[in-house]
């Protein structure tokens, strides 16, 4: 059985259950398109979307196999067929930390272990909010776009390549600093470019919540962000730039918001100078 319209309302309670893959309270056995909820011969309706939380691990760029190494052990088998957002489970701070119990979706889009949490407002850490630094080992994925704004803009401007994260006095994804695209230490300014992507959902819905929360975060440390909002995304704060790609054009529009916010003396002190090392 498939899902059509007298069915459909069915998927936002299968997400808040006690059981995965029921329905509501009187018991309709649901599964999902992921294959996830009840198995296929108990299964009296099948919806044609994926389940809550393969929807949300989608939209915050995660996998399932990502997730269950940060449950602790007892909870890995519940939370490899698990279907619901808001349930809580006990979980494993990167850090080595006490576990913390939260919800799946605080898991994903909250600031993390508590620990972390408290450390990164202590006052010694509030010291060094706002100071750009080199993370080694750090991997992020960079697309051809965000390489190509980078060296454009390092043609006219200089750009350090020796910092690649910035502290703030919070936790972001239970860490506490963040890893713009490119960052102007000598401005206090961050640029990310941002693209909806092949299948036209990054930077949307609770990935657009979660830029906001990073534009924040480095807001509160003295630093400003110009996001670069390509391919039909719409503006998300005052310092945004919506193109259609990178190019010349684009570059000129990026040194423009820099004189607006930071001033023509400051941007001018770091043209017409080779990248630093």
Request: glycine share 10%.
């Amino acid at each position: 059985m498939h899902e059509d319209p007298d069915t459909a309302g069915h998927s936002d309670a299968a997400g808040t259950t006690d059981q995965p893959g029921t329905a509501d309270p009187a018991g309709i056995a649901v599964r999902f398109r992921c294959g996830h909820g009840a198995d296929a011969a108990e299964a009296r309706v099948t919806l044609r979307r994926d389940c809550p939380l393969c929807m949300l691990l989608a939209e915050t760029a995660r996998s399932r196999e990502q997730l269950m190494r940060r449950v602790a052990p007892a909870g890995r088998a519940a939370l490899a067929r698990e279907t619901r957002i808001g349930v809580e489970y006990e979980w494993i701070c990167s850090r080595g930390h006490s576990r913390y119990r939260a919800s799946v979706r605080e898991t994903l889009t909250g600031p993390g272990c508590p620990k972390c949490q408290k450390n990164a407002r202590a006052p010694a850490a509030r010291g060094e909010g706002g100071v750009p630094f080199m993370k080694p080992g750090l991997k992020t994925r960079t697309s051809q776009a965000e390489q190509k704004l980078r060296m454009l803009l390092g043609e006219r401007i200089r750009l350090p390549h020796r910092v690649n994260a910035i502290r703030i006095n919070r936790t972001f994804y239970g860490k506490p600093e963040v890893w713009p695209d490119i960052i102007i230490p000598a401005l206090r300014v961050a640029i990310e470019y941002d693209s909806p992507g092949r299948q036209k959902t990054s930077h949307r819905g609770l990935k657009e919540v979660s830029d906001r929360e990073k534009d924040a975060a480095l807001e509160e440390v003295g630093w400003a962000v110009i996001r670069v909002r390509a391919d039909g995304l719409e503006p998300l704060g005052p310092h945004s730039i919506v193109c259609s790609g990178v190019s010349v054009g684009l570059v000129d529009e990026v040194l423009a918001m820099l004189v607006a916010i930071r001033g023509q003396e400051a941007v001018a002190a770091l043209m017409g100078r080779e990248p630093s090392g």
